[in-house]
């Protein structure tokens, strides 16, 4: 069964920091290449940060030097550390499979950055 499901957003202040987790089931995790999208109001989802079954990552230029993603394959988990948040980093988050994400996605977790 596919499963994804995504915690760990909330709302901070410019500048904090949030670290994001997904659990994956057996059937996607495996040795896919895992990662982060995000969906900002009125956009269409596009995906932030890459990780392969290697540990080698891959971040589009905004993400660069703030987010950090990891995985654990022991426990089937994919995480986002996010630092330096911008107000423009608002958004829901999804985890999925990369670059071509399942048709099947969680809830998301949603990440606002206001003051």
């Known amino acids: 069964q596919v499963q994804l499901v995504e915690s760990g957003g909330g709302l901070v202040q410019p500048g904090g920091s949030l670290r994001l987790s997904c659990a994956a089931s057996?059937?996607?995790?495996?040795?896919?290449?895992m990662g982060w999208y995000l969906q900002a109001p009125g956009k269409e989802r596009r995906l932030v940060a890459g990780?392969?079954?290697?540990?080698?990552?891959v971040y589009t230029d905004s993400a660069k030097g703030r987010f950090t993603i990891s995985r654990d394959s022991a426990k089937n988990m994919v995480y986002l550390q996010m630092n330096s948040l911008k107000p423009e980093d608002t958004a829901v988050y999804y985890c999925?499979?990369?670059?071509?994400?399942?048709?099947?996605w969680g809830q998301g977790t949603q990440v606002t950055v206001s003051s």
């Open positions: 990780i392969d079954s290697g540990g080698s990552t």
């Open positions: 999925n499979l990369a670059p071509i994400p399942l048709t099947s």
């Open positions: 057996d059937s996607i995790f495996g040795r896919n290449t």
